[in-house]
């Protein structure tokens, strides 16, 4: 009886194309890696916006970050493969030699046998796992015990074993690799994460980079006047005018003045090391340029507006939901272990028998086989896998609540974020009112103690109450803007105030 062997060829042929199902989306590229070798130049004009993007390029933080993304894509290759063919071939001889009466028979009886093997297991999305294989034997007897003598045997078969509860079901095989997709997401937003706070560490860096040399320029002409006012109470004091207390208080103001200068400089110093180092630098000879307060105008802010943004583009939120939605795959096939073992299997074979190797593959495959069964498995009570099942409903309630209690710390953030923008813009006008009075409180303190109408004690105090005033307004004016840089970093809204594109 002649049967062809269609049906093994075409479920090796589905075996083949079971990748392809798999291959619908690639895994998401990471950004590149930054150069940390290239010598910074930060001469002339330094830009927040140029500091920013050498940050993100060279710095140590996101670069070691990247690699966790590339590492969590890997992962769904990995989980992938799960469902990959596996091909595999066996090849050997086996030669037997039976001990008889060599004078009876006139030689010593021996068999010997070759063989090769082709087969291909794969496991589908269903659950099911699939062998395809195909055997060639050639076989060798002396003396010969049946025709043909060499003779060749061919066997192709496919076997098939199908869940039907635990372990059944695409949702179920499927959400390993769901849950590896997540977790490129949640590396993704970790990744956002770390870039937003190297934005923000750049930009309170840059702005106390700023604060520092404005405020080493107050310390600058703060000097310069107590200096002028030492010369003229000397020349004064000469002329019989003023008196030694007179130069003796003007020393101590120069004094004064010089040590907070010397302060300052340390202060500058320090501060532009900080930036390098956020920049990635390892030598520290780099000269930091000019930095110069950006212009912001007068910021609107709106707690609706700004809660909505850190909602919607902030990764925190982001990632609590993430990980929710992995507890709930986690949940799934826990709920599906909780039903006992249904299998079903069988197989099917054919094979032929000649006197040479291709008249086995293309002659009559005359003989065949079959088979079929069920397998059960029940574990007594099955009270591991319902205990594991409740851990992993607890698992997404804990972390429903970890994302409530997110939410909730989101707020406060935002309403603080605002508020000290709003505050901090009030100090600003408030600040800069008050410097405007101690300006002109100094100028006429000095045009009395020109005119003899005043000690050079008053003048002192009044130049001591300007250096107070003029820090005072820088010190608001650096407020603001680093209360506006928290509340976009709260918001995510850095990355398209500077043009950054990331995956998500």
Known sequence: MSRPIAPAGAALLCLLLAPALLAGDAP???????EALTPIN??????????IGLALGRNFTVRIQQFNVLEASDSVEIQKAVFEPVFGFTGGRQVTVTPVNEEALGVLPYASFDSAALSVNDTLLTGATVTASYNLVRSDYNPAYTLPNPAFGSTASISVAQPLLQGAGTDYNRAAIESARLGVRISNLNFKSTVLTIIYNVETTYYNLLYQREQYKVAQDTLRQAQQLLDENTVKRQTGVLTDLDVMNARAGVATAQNQLILDEQSVHNSEDQLLQLLGDREFKTSVGNVAFPDIGEPEVSFARSYKLARESGPNLAVAQATIDQFKLAALKAKRNTLPELNVNGGLGYNSYAATASQSVTGAWSGYNWNAGVTVSVPWGMKANRALYRQAL????????????ADQNLVVQVRAAVRAVETS???VRSS?????FAEKAYELQKAEFDAGLATSYLVLQAQNTLETARVSELQAKVSLLLAIADLRFLEGSSLQLYRINLPE
Do not use: H, I, K, M
């Not at 930060?42 to 500091?51: A, D, F, K, P």
């Open 42 to 51: 930060l001469e002339g004009e330094v830009s927040l916006q140029n500091c």
């Open 28 to 34: 998401p590229a990471a950004p590149a890696t930054g």
């Open 394 to 405: 607890d698992n997404v309630r804990s972390q429903e609540v970890v994302y409530d209690q």
């Open 425 to 427: 813009n009030a100090s």
């Open 432 to 436: 800069a009112e008050e410097t405007r």
